[in-house]
């Protein structure tokens, strides 16, 4: 079996696709730091799929770490690299952190893969690097714009890097996947999304405060210019989202990329607004939800969704779960892990 390297593997995205992988036929490694994942998610995983993935517990700023892991591993098929800091309010308050950790990080990866004879890699990227397009749905072509914050600035100086690695290493085979809003867990409710302390998106604060860990949501503004007032974003499930990612490698692994760099946006397509997300849950949980209206949260963008057609045609991609699919899978995993 081919084995793929995947950073960050612990994580919320990570670990989903990680049970994609091993279900797909893949071997997985995981390098991951717990800096915001437990080792505890391996046994999710082997819950899951009954495979237990080899795990080696590096932080990738560890350049000779790196180097050794990958003189140890030889054989690797692919990369998929989540691991990075994602905090959008915490890069505001510490961007020398995120730049160490998303940048430095990924040019260490890159400088071994680039010294193979061949390496296909796969960048976890987001939306965020848009900003406030200017036209919905958003497709890959929209302009990047100046980024609203130091994490979203690593994904496009990230993106900027692994392009200028491809153009010098016809050998290094790439896609950067532009996620919008992931949200879910995986039905068996045996691996899901796992904040640590407040969570600072929308969907795990609506599941902590149905659960009473949250005495209420707030909900950040609803005096844009959307039909309800509320921000408007693209939600897809990470199940979804992770087997993007292994279709993403099976097109590189399978030389169906024209060039050696591409980019796809990952979205359902569908813009919801945060009342219809929270009306999304009351239907799927039949619990209504405690939450007041408060004032805009600085940083927000008022619309994202995205176009879709890219992922579709050319990737050969497409969301399968709707918004009350993952609310409920969400729901579920909030219960599980609380014992309710
Ligand atoms: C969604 C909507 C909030 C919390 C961020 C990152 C993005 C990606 C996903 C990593 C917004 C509203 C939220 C709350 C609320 N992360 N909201 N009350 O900001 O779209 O995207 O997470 O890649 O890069 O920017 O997601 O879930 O924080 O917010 O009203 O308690 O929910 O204002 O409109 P966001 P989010």
């Known amino acids: 079996m081919l084995k793929i390297l995947v950073t960050g593997g612990l994580g919320f995205i990570g670990s989903h696709t990680v049970v994609e992988l091993q279900q797909a036929g893949f071997d997985v490694v995981i390098i991951d730091n717990c800096s915001n994942a437990s080792e505890a998610v391996l046994d999710g995983i082997v819950a899951?799929?009954?495979?237990?993935?080899?795990?080696?517990?590096?932080?990738?700023r560890d350049k000779?770490?790196?180097?050794?892991?990958?003189?140890?591993?030889?054989?690797?098929?692919?990369v998929i690299h989540f691991a990075a800091s994602k905090a959008v309010g915490e890069s505001v308050e510490k961007p020398l952190l995120y730049y160490e950790n998303n940048i430095t990080t990924l040019v260490y990866l890159l400088a071994q893969l680039t010294a193979l004879p061949k390496a296909h890699f796969i960048f976890s990227s987001s939306c965020t690097v848009y900003g406030q397009a200017d036209e919905m749905p958003i497709t890959e072509d929209a302009p990047v714009k100046p980024a609203e914050s130091p994490y979203g600035n690593t994904k496009q100086i990230g993106e900027e890097i692994i392009r200028d690695a491809c153009h010098v290493h016809p050998a290094l085979q790439?896609?950067?996947?532009?996620?919008?809003?992931?949200?879910?867990?995986?039905?068996?409710a045996k691996i899901g999304e796992l904040p640590l302390g407040v969570p600072q998106n929308l969907v795990p604060f609506i599941t902590q405060t149905a659960a009473g860990i949250r005495k209420e949501l707030s909900v950040f503004g609803d005096d844009y210019p959307t039909p309800d007032g509320t921000c408007i974003r693209d939600y897809i499930h990470v199940v979804d989202l992770a087997?993007?990612?292994?279709?993403?490698?099976?097109?590189?692994?399978?030389?169906?990329?024209p060039?050696?760099?591409?980019?796809?946006?990952?979205?359902?397509?569908?813009?919801?607004?945060?009342?219809?997300?929270?009306?999304?849950?009351?239907r799927v949980s039949g619990t209504p939800l405690n939450y007041k209206i408060t004032g805009r949260r600085a940083g927000d963008i008022t619309t994202a969704y995205a176009d879709t057609t890219r992922a579709n045609t050319v990737l050969g991609w497409k969301a399968q779960s709707s918004l009350d699919d993952a609310m409920r899978t969400a729901w579920a995993w909030e219960q599980q892990i609380r014992g309710l």
């Not at 795990?55 to 990738?60: A, K, N, P, S």
């Not at 087997?243 to 990329?257: D, I, Y």
Request: proline fraction near 5%; charge should be negative; aromatic fraction near 10%.
């Open 64 to 78: 000779a770490g790196v180097a050794d892991f990958f003189s140890q591993h030889p054989d690797l098929g692919g």
């Open 174 to 188: 790439a896609i950067s996947l532009r996620y919008f809003n992931p949200i879910g867990a995986h039905p068996s």
């Open 243 to 257: 087997r993007a990612h292994v279709v993403a490698l099976q097109r590189l692994l399978e030389g169906k990329n």
């Open 259 to 282: 060039g050696n760099y591409e980019v796809f946006n990952v979205g359902t397509g569908t813009g919801s607004s945060v009342l219809e997300a929270i009306q999304s849950f009351e």
């Open 48 to 60: 899951i799929t009954g495979i237990r993935p080899e795990f080696v517990r590096m932080d990738l």
